[in-house]
């Protein structure tokens, strides 16, 4: 009785090891099957999150341009009724003061058409009005031209841009001319603010407005500024100078300092579609242009 008794226990023993070792090797399975597809997870949202980032225009991209003349829409941020950041100066003034010297370095340039937001800096416009004036003149480029500003007491200074974001249809090149107008300024003497002096603007549910470095490449559906969302062409929005840092303002956004700011801008512009810049008496600050012509 007690040897089957021992078979019995032996055969019953056998079984619940195999039932274990069959489990362990189930939850092996099972451990594998979830790693993996957390890998597979992992590397599926690293190459959703980098994408976007191939879309950075770096060292190797060049815009395609076609021939000359090319159009160009130059706006300046607020005006009329509005006159936007206030400090040592009125950021209405100062706009206005650039885009006009801008658009006269345009002019003289055969290679280039100068367009406008408005027929005139007094008129009080809103931001989808000018986009929508922009957009019905078949722009190539577009700059729209601000100042910044900060709280009392601040001593916040430099200048900054804002390109289309990314996943816009025209990001690569807005990216590209930004980092144009970034090293034009830097060379002017202006310091940058942020990487490089190139950041994104985001508008929240609540209109807030959230501000991304450079780095952040990934595509979002939020809305940035009017004038880079609405106009069907490479465009940025610069904050030249902060109009409440009164060494700033005698830098760039003086009668003498918009006007060294406007040639800045210009040889952005042509550093961008490949000419040469005319000869100005602020020349030193040319940024350097390829030998031939870029198509």
């Known amino acids: 009785m007690a040897k089957r008794y021992s078979k019995a226990a032996h055969s019953k023993r056998r079984k619940q090891t195999s039932h274990v070792l069959k489990n362990t090797v189930i939850l092996l399975f099972c451990a594998v099957g979830i790693w ?4 597979l997870w992992h590397a599926a949202l690293t190459l959703q999150t980098a994408q976007p980032a191939e879309s950075i225009a770096g060292e190797e991209f060049r815009p395609q341009v076609g021939d000359p003349p090319y159009r160009v829409v130059i706006d300046a941020g607020h005006g009329g009724a509005d006159p936007g950041a206030r400090g040592v100066i009125e950021e209405k003034d100062m706009t206005a003061a650039t885009a006009s010297e801008l658009i006269r370095l345009l002019q003289q340039d055969s290679n280039f058409i100068p367009l406008q937001t408005r027929d005139s800096f ?3 416009t809103t931001p989808a009005q000018r986009a929508a004036r922009a957009d019905e003149q078949a722009p190539q480029l577009l700059l729209s031209i601000h100042g910044n500003s900060a ?5 916040a200074s430099g200048f900054e841009c804002y ?3 990314p996943g816009r249809t025209w990001h690569q090149e807005s990216f590209y001319f930004a ?3 970034a090293k034009g ?3 002017a003497g202006a310091s940058l603010r942020g990487r490089g002096g190139v950041r994104y603007i985001y508008y929240l549910e609540n209109d807030q407005k959230q501000l991304v470095e450079s780095t952040h490449t990934e595509v979002r559906a939020e809305r940035s500024f009017t004038l880079l969302e609405d106009v069907n062409c490479p465009a940025v929005l610069a904050e030249q100078c902060f109009v409440t840092n009164e060494a700033d303002v005698v ?4 009668e003498e300092g918009c006007k060294k700011t406007a040639r800045v801008y210009y040889e952005a512009i042509c550093a ?3 000419t040469q810049p005319q000869a100005e008496q602020l020349a030193g600050f040319t940024i350097a242009s390829p030998k031939e012509k870029k198509r």
């Open 151 to 155: 709280a009392n007491g601040s001593t």
């Open 185 to 187: 300024m830097q060379a």
């Open 36 to 39: 993996f597809g957390s890998s």
């Open 122 to 124: 007094d008129e009080t």
């Open 251 to 254: 830098q760039f956004g003086s």
């Open 272 to 274: 961008y579609f490949g």
């Open 163 to 165: 390109p289309a974001v």
């Open 179 to 181: 980092q144009l107008l």
